[in-house]
């Protein structure tokens, strides 16, 4: 059986690592594990897709599904796990919250990249940038092919200013670092500052076991009735400097 002493060295350790990773302040990595630890099904257990789904929606704004799962997949990728822990998603939450733009590119052109071939291109992204397209009537497909075409263009243009055969990292961050707007070139994965905010205001000037109290629900109505309903929508506006 785990020690209490073992269980607190554990979780010491988990923060120290995020923090280091993310530049955040203690107190504020301290309760983003806190309400991470509340969203596992069974204490100690794997955030499943259901729960992170729900959780990009109702705390990050962040609502197209397929986007979603391949965040996830993605985050599961980077930490090199088959199921998603306690401590990844907490570190996923980190990073939306962190400063350090060069950790965001590095997450965004993974999520990007979904052949996990190290370059990024326009024909592989169609399925991202549709989530991009806003149809003035959803029952007019041509519309919506017309304005995905146009993006798709317009995307094209910004990466063949850089290379002919698409993004590499570097590259990417090179791009990011002229205009950062281009870091969701691709479509939204990251949750706008207006909720960034928001969601680090619930942690601000509580307590860890605050934290865990205000949120011990959260997995039951986020899933749950009416109130906790997932949002799937699969269209935004990603606006970008033209």
Not at 167 to 173: K, N, Q, S, V
């Amino acid at each position: 059986m785990t020690s209490y002493k073992r269980v607190i060295q554990q979780n010491d350790k988990v923060i120290n690592s995020l923090v280091e990773f993310s530049g955040l302040e203690r107190w504020l990595v301290q309760n983003i594990v806190q309400y991470a630890n509340q969203m596992p099904k069974v204490k100690g257990g794997e955030v499943d897709l259901l729960i992170f789904t729900a959780q990009m929606s109702r705390q990050f704004d962040i609502n197209a599904t397929h986007v979603i799962q391949i965040m996830y997949e993605t985050i599961k990728r980077i930490s090199k796990t088959k199921v998603m822990m306690v401590e990844d998603y907490a570190r996923c939450v980190c990073m939306f919250l962190s400063d350090d733009l060069d950790l965001q590119i590095d997450y965004a052109f993974a999520v990007y990249d979904t052949k996990c071939d190290g370059l990024v291109k326009v024909g592989d992204m169609s399925t991202l940038l549709k989530v991009c397209v806003l149809s003035t009537d959803p029952n007019d497909e041509t519309e919506a092919e017309d304005s995905l075409r146009d993006l798709e263009d317009f995307v094209l243009k910004i990466i063949e200013n850089v290379s002919k055969e698409g993004l590499r990292l570097e590259a990417f961050r090179k791009l990011v670092k002229q205009n950062r707007l281009y870091l969701e070139l691709f479509g939204q994965c990251f949750p706008s500052d207006k909720f960034k905010l928001s969601f680090k205001e619930k942690l601000t000037g509580v307590t860890p076991f605050q934290v865990s109290q205000m949120f011990a629900s959260e997995r039951r109505i986020a899933l749950g009735g009416p109130a906790g309903k997932v949002k799937t929508a699969n269209l935004y506006p990603i606006p970008l400097d033209m």
